[in-house]
């Protein structure tokens, strides 16, 4: 995901008199950070993963805004979206470019400045790095080479869709999985939804605006089952709502808005006890060997399990085994 401040455009275009005011707010901030976090004991030789805000600029916590101070060097996913970020705060460092294509080589790099007894920060785009941003290679490399890894924590879509979704209840209760970006191919995307047939936790799904809708439509045999839509989260036209999931693709639909920024989804866990995934084996051991409509009604009565709920499993089964 990336950045973005609430302020209606970014830093470039805005009037000098509100660049004044940016800065001088941020000015209050970097004070504070010192005096909040510089009694701390930060050491020499350590890679420091950074949270930083994932829409408005005012979610960065005051040990990152003094560790990025105080770092010798801040590895980022992509040194045009980190420059004009740090710009906003006051902070000037020498960049190093870390993404998924160049990790591995780029680690050597950082490894290199570590071992000089340098700090070095390193922040994604946009929230907490390495979880689905680049950022896990690099730390592995850096722990591998027996130096110290300090994390700060702070913003993260996963656990601010979560804060909203009200999981508390379930099977499950607010035990949740993480999936991250599901395949942007349709064939692998059933398959990835079909799995989320047999999940009875929550899980959290990240996903881009130009695949929202693909998304939505994928989605739809999921049937009743509740699911929290974040859009745009922390941003100026920030969009949060529940629907039940074969619902989606409607509410996508109704408004050109809604295929626009940054998605973060928390499809809910099931609300009453069942074996989703000893009906999925049985009904997918039937289908191998008999008509659909016939494996539908012999699942339904060895498991248990709602025969509608069943019969979209089997649909999507079949289409995607036709593909």
């Not at 003094?66 to 992509?78: F, G, R, S, Y």
């Amino acid at each position: 995901m990336r950045w973005c401040s609430t302020v209606p455009a970014r830093l470039p275009t805005l009037s000098d008199s509100l660049k004044t005011t940016l800065n001088a707010s941020f000015d209050q901030a970097l004070d504070a950070a010192r005096a909040a976090a510089g009694t701390q004991h930060y050491p020499e030789s350590t890679l420091y993963v950074v949270a930083t805000p994932i829409g408005n600029l005012a979610d960065i916590t005051l040990r990152a805004l003094h560790v990025l101070q105080l770092v010798d060097a801040i590895a980022c996913e992509d040194t045009r979206h980190t420059q004009p970020l740090l710009r906003q705060y006051g902070i000037d460092k020498p960049l190093l470019a870390v993404h998924e294509h160049n990790e591995v080589q780029a680690s050597t790099l950082v490894i290199e400045r570590l071992q000089r007894g340098e700090r070095v920060a390193y922040v994604s785009d946009a929230g907490t790095p390495a979880v689905s941003d680049p950022g896990a290679r690099l730390v592995a490399a850096v722990q591998a080479a027996r130096l110290r890894v300090l994390p700060l924590p702070g913003a993260s879509s996963v656990t601010t869709v979560l804060s909203a979704a009200g999981i508390a209840g379930g099977t499950a209760g607010a035990a949740f999985v993480f999936a991250g970006f599901l395949p942007s191919k349709s064939g692998e995307r059933d398959r990835a939804v079909q799995l989320l047939h047999g999940e009875p936790r929550a899980v959290v799904i990240l996903e881009a605006p130009h695949r929202i809708e693909a998304l939505a439509r994928a989605m739809t045999p999921l049937g009743e089952r509740p699911l929290t839509i974040g859009r745009e989260l922390t941003k100026q036209f920030e969009e949060i709502a529940t629907v039940a999931t074969q619902d989606f693709a409607a509410w996508v639909g109704a408004s050109p808005q809604r295929t626009r920024g940054e998605f973060a989804l928390v499809l809910h866990p099931f609300a009453q006890a069942k074996a989703p995934q000893d009906g999925l084996r049985v009904l997918q051991l039937l289908l191998a060997e008999l008509p659909l409509k016939t494996a539908v009604k012999l699942a339904t009565d060895i498991t248990g399990e709602p025969r509608n709920d069943l019969y979209e499993a089997a649909l999507t089964m079949k289409r995607v085994t036709s593909e």
